[in-house]
């Protein structure tokens, strides 16, 4: 069998919470700054620049931030603050709004993918073809100045890759993307490109698996090396946690997804759909879950459950409209969120292994999430969605 088709996932908006704010005071012998940045360092550097300073005189104080995932490391909102402040001669705050979040903030760009891939008659991978198209996330045009710009684009954006190579053994293997600059912001999100690239993956297999015949989960495994023994690992305890193979209900489906994040954090989620009145519902999703040791399991568990949720609900609603080269959702209304009342269930498993030290668990689970429940309602409806967000 042969498989050849393409994904698409639109411009994502970070949707904080908590709009950004700054408060600056440009003195005649300090620069103090109260604020909520994501890299401190790297702020102060920005307002010396800004004010004329040494980063010696800047003093920063980081307060908590309601939420961040790439959207606060430049603090847009202090830097205004500190020229006007430098100005005026006076200390001057600065707060967003809501529609100045959602209309000047940096976005995920969007992704294109193409997929060419084949197994043979044991459900093995033949080979694997994968195309993209995205926009810089680690080079992009906020951070780098313009006339450096041509200079960024030689190198391989590192953000845009992340997660692009499959983790499966196949001998005839290619991955490539072109970074193309938009005239729109796009920057670092929860997992720069972890999300979209694992989300094409992960719906192509899904699609292969069912080419081949095979359960979901078992074509994966066969199609894993022993050098991704952690990975089987969290596919068979995930396997497990959610009693997958069981029949569900009418009107329900099931999905399963995976990945390997930065090479270090391996995680497994099943996710559960129903269709109600014309819509999808995620019920409940499992998520076996390798990051190495475990110091605190709650705050794992819990940036788990947050990563799951925003993963359902950038498969089911999210979506950055652009018209007139600007963002035209400044609002929860018209860029619509995933509520609590549409949240699923969530149940995590913890996998450690001996010898393995702490991998980082703040955004991997992000990343097979849509694909998850794509897969699901391709299993509830018997529709296949290529192209996100699915939205009814």
Known sequence: HRLRARYDTPPWAHAAMEPRAGVVSVGPDAVEVWTASQDPWYLQGLVAETTGRGRDEVILHNLRMGGGFGGRKRCQATLE????SSEVGRPVRVQWSREDEFRDNTFQPPFSHFIDAGIDAEGRLTHWLHDF??????????????????????????????????????????????????????????????????????????ELARMAGLDAIEFRLRNLGPERERLAAVLREVALLSHWGE??????????????????????????????????????????????LVVNPGLVTAQIEGNIAWGCSVALQERVEIRDGANANDSFETYPILRQFDS??????????????????????????????VNAVFAATGTRHRRLPIRS
Not at 81 to 84: E, G, K, P
Not at 136 to 153: E, Q, V, Y
Not at 182 to 190: A, K, L, N, S, V
Request: proline share 8%; glycine share 10%.
């Open 344 to 373: 699923p269930e969530v149940e995590v498993a913890l996998v450690e292994h001996d010898g393995h030290l702490p991998s980082g668990a703040g955004e991997p689970a992000i990343a097979p999430t849509p694909a998850a429940l």
């Open 247 to 292: 029949p569900v209900a009418t009107g329900r489906g099931r999905g399963v997804a995976c990945a390997v994040y930065e090479e270090m954090t391996y995680v497994a989620v099943v996710v559960e759909v129903a269709l109600e009145a014309g819509r999808i519902r995620p019920l409940r999703a499992w998520c076996a879950h390798d990051c190495g």
């Open 133 to 206: 198209t995205a926009c810089p996330i680690g080079f992009d045009s906020a951070t780098i100045p313009g006339g450096l710009h041509w200079l960024a684009d030689l190198v391989a954006d590192p953000g845009t890759r992340r997660g692009s190579f499959t983790p499966y053994r196949v001998s005839d293997r290619r991955t490539r993307f072109s970074d193309i600059r938009i005239p729109i912001h796009t920057g670092q999100w929860r997992g720069l490109g972890a999300a979209p690239n694992t989300t094409a993956i992960e719906v192509a297999m899904d």
């Open 81 to 84: 603050a500190a020229w006007l």
